[in-house]
């Protein structure tokens, strides 16, 4: 079965705090997405992460891929309260000459205190 | 980036009732997606809608119950059938950005109750 795995799935921070999220995926891909979505809000595109290695800051966020280990961080540095939203990693686990497939994590809750 | 809008985004429907869902996207995308997400959870795919063919369901998900109309590449509905308070969630549509990336890009979304 594939699996994405998310923890943690509830993290409570102080700002100015740093702090790493970690998606873990039991499929072979190369491919990962990190999505951020505020409380009654839509799905936005952070990351996209394409290969091995692959490393992507915006902001006081970085995202990182390791293929081979199959896992990707979500690195928060010096928080505000701004970042907090729940997070979400997806995983392209399309197979060959079928339907493009994404598998999601169960998504963790950030809540940055001031 | 493509954008999405839905229609309407949030509804309240009595139980056995239908609902109809609309997505418009500003350009022609060949593969648009329907998700559903129950309150604090992930996003679980319904379907994938190609414009031209029958929408491919998810396992747990059939026509009858989520029948999905694709009439055009920048235009899907997707209907509740027969609803019941289970169906009460959020749907979300979305749709594949450029070739290189994969990355899908989302609707505001509509938010059902099912009372």
């Known amino acids: 079965e594939l699996k994405v795995e998310q923890n943690p799935l509830f993290l409570s921070m102080q700002e100015g705090k740093n702090y790493t999220i970690y998606c873990n995926y039991s499929?072979?891909?190369?491919?990962l997405y990190w999505y951020r979505q505020d409380p009654g809000k839509s799905l936005e595109s952070l990351f996209v992460?394409?290969?091995n290695g692959a490393v992507k800051q915006e902001g006081r966020l970085m995202a990182s891929l390791d293929t081979k280990a199959r896992l990707s961080t979500l690195h928060i540095t010096a928080a505000v309260h701004d970042l907090s939203a729940t997070y979400f990693c997806?995983?392209?686990?399309?197979?060959?000459?079928?339907?493009?497939?994404?598998?999601w994590g169960a998504g963790t809750k950030l809540i940055i205190k001031p | 980036s493509a954008v999405i809008s839905q229609k309407p985004s949030r509804d309240i429907c009595q139980r056995g009732t239908s609902l109809t869902i609309q997505c418009q996207v500003d350009?022609?995308?060949?593969?648009m997606f329907w998700y559903r997400q129950q309150p604090g959870q992930s996003l679980t795919l319904i379907a994938t809608?190609?414009?031209?063919?029958?929408?491919?369901?998810e396992s747990g998900f059939v026509i009858d119950k989520f029948p999905i109309s694709r009439p055009n590449l920048t235009f899907s509905t997707l209907t509740v059938s027969n609803m019941s308070p289970e169906d009460s969630s959020i749907y979300l549509c979305?749709?594949?950005?450029?070739?290189?990336?994969?990355?899908?890009?989302f609707g505001p979304g509509t938010r059902l109750t099912v009372t």
């Open positions: 979305s749709v594949e950005g450029e070739r290189e990336s994969y990355e899908q890009y």
């Open positions: 350009s022609q995308v060949t593969m």
């Open positions: 809608a190609n414009q031209g063919s029958e929408a491919t369901y």
């Open positions: 499929t072979t891909s190369d491919r």
């Open positions: 992460l394409l290969s």
């Open positions: 997806a995983v392209d686990a399309t197979p060959m000459d079928s339907n493009y497939q994404l598998i």
